[in-house]
C-alpha cells in the first residue's frame, strides 16, 4: 500500500527534503520518481505494508521533523 502526500509550500522540493527524511530514519519515494518532468517535484509516496499503528505514527512523527528542519534551512538561506 502507499499513500501520497503533496506539500502546501509552493516550491517544496521533496527530492532535497530526502536526505534530511533519511537523517531521521525514515524514507519515501519523492514524486519525480514517478514523474520524471518534475510536475509533482512537491509530492511524496509512502509505502507501508503491515506495518503497525504505532510504528506508523513514529515514522510520520520523524517525517514532519525532518520537514520542519527543511523548511527552516530553507527560509534562512533566503
Same mark, same amino acid.
Given at each position: /500500500?502507499?499513500?501520497? /502526500?503533496? #506539500?502546501?509550500?509552493?516550491?517544496?522540493?521533496? %527530492? #532535497?527534503?530526502?536526505?534530511?527524511?533519511?537523517? /531521521?530514519?525514515? *524514507?519515501?519515494?519523492?514524486? %519525480? $520518481?514517478? +514523474?520524471?518532468?518534475? !510536475? $509533482?517535484?512537491? *509530492?511524496?509516496?509512502? *509505502?507501508?505494508? #503491515?506495518?503497525?499503528? +504505532? =510504528? !506508523?505514527?513514529?515514522?510520520?512523527?520523524?517525517? =514532519?521533523? @525532518?520537514a520542519q528542519k527543511? @523548511? #527552516? !534551512?530553507?527560509?534562512? @538561506?533566503?
Amino acid at each position: /500500500m502507499f499513500e501520497w /502526500m503533496t #506539500a502546501r509550500r509552493p516550491g517544496f522540493e521533496t %527530492n #532535497a527534503l530526502l536526505p534530511f527524511a533519511l537523517e /531521521m530514519g525514515v *524514507s519515501f519515494f519523492p514524486g %519525480n $520518481v514517478f +514523474d520524471p518532468p518534475g !510536475l $509533482v517535484s512537491s *509530492s511524496l509516496r509512502l *509505502s507501508f505494508t #503491515a506495518t503497525p499503528l +504505532d =510504528i !506508523l505514527q513514529e515514522g510520520i512523527r520523524r517525517l =514532519i521533523r @525532518a520537514a520542519q528542519k527543511f @523548511a #527552516a !534551512l530553507q527560509v534562512a @538561506a533566503k
